[in-house]
């Protein structure tokens, strides 16, 4: 049983009740006060990509949708391509300092703090495979892991290694027509197995503006999955 918080390292206090003389408790990886600090996701949402409504102008929302989505599936190259991206948390100044630290220093233990989180949302999803988007080849040498791989890892989850990346360019750097029409940034791995009529997930650390999501799901739907959905744990 895990007694110290990941992120500040005090002491977690687990509450003491008939329950937990009976049954084992939940475990936690956060403090209460570090876990007060995530802001999660619930309310109204953008259908598509998450985005809690609140966030948006109310003249910016039709149907249920943000007005970034409704331009996206306004365009016939990338009308349908990502059906749905679910996000579990805000991209808050916690939460932008939490993965910071798992991204960039290496303390890869922290996707602990939401493997219960993401086995959760995984279980209520109708997906056949699991594919967490890559890093190109020097993003991988310098961190020394994928950050997505490890969240899918971390919450014991069964992942394929589909994609692979073909250049290193920001996306959430380029403007929107850029994004747009940007060249393809994934490529199918090589001896991939044959995804067709495939119900694909695509699993991430944050959602920003949607490129890199939409250019995994286009490759995968050109190589004939049926449908590409996402998971992130953050919405940007």
Sequence with gaps: MNTHCLACHSEIEYPMTWNSFLFTPKERWLCGKCESQLQAIDG?????????LFLVEPHHI???NCLDCIRWEQDPQWRGVL???????????????????????GDHILAKAFSVSIKEAVSAMNTSL??????????LQERGFNQAAAIATTASLQTQHLLVRKHSEKQSKKSRNERINSQTVFALSPNHPNITN????????IYT???TLRHAAQCLKQAGAKQVCSLTLARG
Excluded: H, Q, W
Aim: net charge positive; aromatic share 10%.
């Design 44 to 52: 109204d949402r953008c259908g598509i990509c998450s985005r809690p």
């Design 62 to 64: 039709k149907e249920g």
């Design 83 to 105: 059906s749905k991206n679910t996000s579990l948390f805000l991209y808050n100044e916690y939460m932008k300092t939490y993965l910071a630290r798992f991204k960039y220093r």
């Design 130 to 139: 699991i594919v967490p988007i890559p890093l190109s080849a020097e993003r």
């Design 198 to 205: 495939e119900a694909i997930l695509l699993i991430d650390d």
């Design 209 to 211: 503006t949607g490129t």
